[in-house]
């Protein structure tokens, strides 16, 4: 029955599109899920969410969170990217495995303890939009409107294994002015080079310290932006950084370390991304590792970054699909999803 409902969800949230800002229909979608169960809610925004029946005070609250956003589909995709379609086993559509997969079974997951009393935590479930995009409308402004949390689940596809950190992130815009002038002459100064050492630092350079569950400081180059004509120095050039920082550093520490090092001009788009963890022997980690999941760092980022309190990312799906044309999730992932919710639940419950 928990299986049937689940799949039914799914292919009604792929029947409707949501991507980041734009996500209001499922946010409607998801509230008439809570309606026609007697579950009260509440909404701000796209924002979904909704307390246990016995909701205490005075006890310690778990947070049981992912995203109903999705990115739009690319140029790759064979199938309508809105219509689900289930063969050999796996349920095609925009969003099934990020994170339509974890969000449901997260669902089923919190209306199978809703009613249950003598809980020694309270559940929150938060259906939150504009993930994707890290938008501030979204899990930012919901956080916002929580009671405290003890700890949270955040549903991301990772097979169900225990994602115990993920790195931070810093996108840096750097430009170097120099003095523009004709190719032939020599009284120019060129911010082409002046860039292009600083490039060749970030390739080079390796920072002191890494972690031991999400390894060391990544530093990328993922756009250039340099001259127009052939003939002429331009007067400034530009690149981009995308710089992902284990929890052993803080963000600003990492931005002043490249600052010093480089001769462009550095902006920082943001100190938001933080990095987060949960200690390795957190009571619901060691739940997880009693049912046979497996513990890793995460390379990729979600809405843990805004979260200032434990959390343990988990869900149903792999994260290699994510983004990818005529993405997927196996049913029984979904399904199998579910039943370790529960029981990880109940290790700490």
Not at 108 to 125: D, K, P, T, W
Not at 157 to 172: F, Q, R, S
Not at 282 to 289: A, D, E, Q, R, T
Request: proline share 6%; no cysteine.
């Amino acid at each position: 029955m928990m299986a049937h409902s689940a799949l039914e969800m799914l292919e009604n949230l792929i029947r409707i599109p949501s991507f980041s800002g734009e996500e209001d229909r499922t946010a409607d979608y998801l509230a008439s899920q809570f309606e026609v169960r007697g579950i009260p809610y509440e909404r701000s925004i796209n924002n979904v969410w909704a307390f246990n029946k016995h909701f205490d005070a005075a006890k310690p609250s778990i947070l049981l969170n992912s995203h109903h956003d999705t990115v739009k589909p690319n140029s790759g995709y064979t199938r309508d990217p809105f219509t689900p379609e289930v063969e050999n086993g796996k349920l095609y559509g925009l969003g099934s495995n990020d994170a339509g997969g974890a969000l449901i079974a997260m669902f089923h997951a919190f209306v199978h303890f809703y009613e249950r009393e003598g809980m020694s935590h309270n559940l929150i479930y938060l259906a939150v939009g504009e993930e994707e995009t890290s938008s501030l409308n979204g899990a930012i402004h919901a956080l916002e409107k929580m009671p405290p949390i003890s700890f949270g689940l955040v549903g991301e596809p990772t097979e169900m294994n225990l994602a115990i950190a993920e790195k931070g992130l810093i996108v840096i815009d750097a430009e170097a002015m120099g003095v523009p002038g004709h190719a032939a002459h020599t009284n120019t100064v060129n911010p082409i080079y002046k860039i292009a050492k600083d490039i060749a630092w970030v390739e080079q350079f390796t920072f002191e310290k890494a972690s031991e569950v999400t390894g060391p400081v990544r530093m990328s180059v993922t756009q250039v932006q340099a001259g127009k004509q052939s003939n002429l120095v331009p007067a400034k050039a530009s690149f981009v950084m995308d710089v992902r920082v284990p929890d052993v550093y803080e963000l600003e520490e990492v931005f002043a370390i490249i600052d010093a090092h480089t001769e462009s001009v550095l902006t920082a788009r943001s100190f938001r991304m933080r990095p987060s963890s949960i200690p390795a022997d957190h009571p619901i980690v060691l739940g997880g590792i009693a049912l046979g999941r497996k513990t890793y760092g995460s390379p990729t980022l979600s809405d843990q970054a805004h979260m200032r309190f434990p959390t343990l990312k988990i869900g149903p799906g792999k994260s290699e699909r994510s983004h990818t044309a005529d993405e997927f999730i196996y049913v029984d992932e979904l399904e199998k999803g579910i039943e370790i919710y529960i029981d990880l639940l109940k290790t700490v419950l």
